[in-house]
């Protein structure tokens, strides 16, 4: 079954202790991407990858550092958690070579930094 | 990004067809439109997509108009299950935004039993 999978679902941290979000996929897909979703801001992209060790910023990525060393792996990390980093965290994954194609997003992670 | 307004919101019995309108006037010639919905603070879930003939699946069917500046949006059987908020995104044609979604605000849809 193609999908996209986060760990964990739920995470309460304290400021300032690193955490790491991860998210795999199993379709070979190129193009990853992390979102937050936010009451009233809806979704936004955090930072994007479009293969193996090529990642870029998205519109929100202050706070938040990514890496790419396998194309199926793309793990969020929060070297310094603070409060306005509470949200909803999804992946998400889609072929790159095809403007014409779906993205398969995660089941997302809860995140509260108290 | 070619922009999209929704409605808010919008209300539909249960199995009746719910038609969801996006306009997106400002839609370059190679960018597609995508629908997309989210169930209850779950991973957004695609619908279907096109880019100037209309498009059926098992899920939906799309309609876009001839000039491309609007679409529907259309469930043909609602059921309780489809309660959620819709999104229309025109996905950018290229370069390092290439696959990105835009996500606006939806249009949250309620069915009615």
């Known amino acids: 079954e193609a999908q996209v999978t986060q760990n964990p679902r739920y995470l309460i941290t304290v400021t300032g202790k690193k955490l790491t979000v991860t998210c795999s996929q199993n379709?070979?897909?190129?193009?990853m991407s992390w979102y937050r979703q936010d009451p009233g801001l809806g979704l936004r992209q955090i930072y994007y990858?479009?293969?193996?060790?090529?990642?870029d910023k998205g519109d929100v990525p202050e706070g938040y550092k990514v890496s790419r060393k396998e194309k199926r792996n793309f793990p969020l990390i929060l070297e310094s958690p603070s409060p306005n980093q509470t949200s909803l965290y999804f992946c998400?994954?889609?072929?790159?070579?095809?403007?014409?194609?779906?993205?398969?997003f995660g089941q997302g992670t809860r995140l509260t930094v108290v | 990004d070619a922009k999209t307004t929704q409605p808010t919101s919008m209300d539909c019995a249960e199995g009746r067809a719910a038609n969801l309108p996006c306009n997106h006037s400002?839609?370059?010639?190679?960018?597609?439109v995508y629908w997309y919905r989210q169930i209850h603070s779950q991973g957004p879930q695609y619908i279907i997509h096109?880019?100037?003939n209309n498009e059926t699946n098992e899920m939906a069917s799309l309609i876009i108009t001839e000039d491309r500046k609007s679409s529907t949006l259309i469930l043909p059987h609602a059921t309780l299950r489809d309660t959620a908020v819709y999104y229309c995104?025109?996905?950018?044609?290229?370069?390092?935004?290439?696959?990105?979604?835009?996500f606006g605000q939806g249009t949250i849809l309620t069915v009615h039993p």
């Open positions: 379709m070979n897909h190129e193009y």
């Open positions: 995104i025109v996905r950018d044609a290229g370069g390092t935004s290439y696959g990105k979604l835009t």
């Open positions: 990858s479009m293969n193996v060790e090529v990642t």
């Open positions: 400002t839609i370059s010639g190679n960018e597609y």
């Open positions: 096109g880019l100037k």
């Open positions: 998400a994954s889609s072929l790159l070579d095809r403007q014409d194609t779906e993205a398969f």
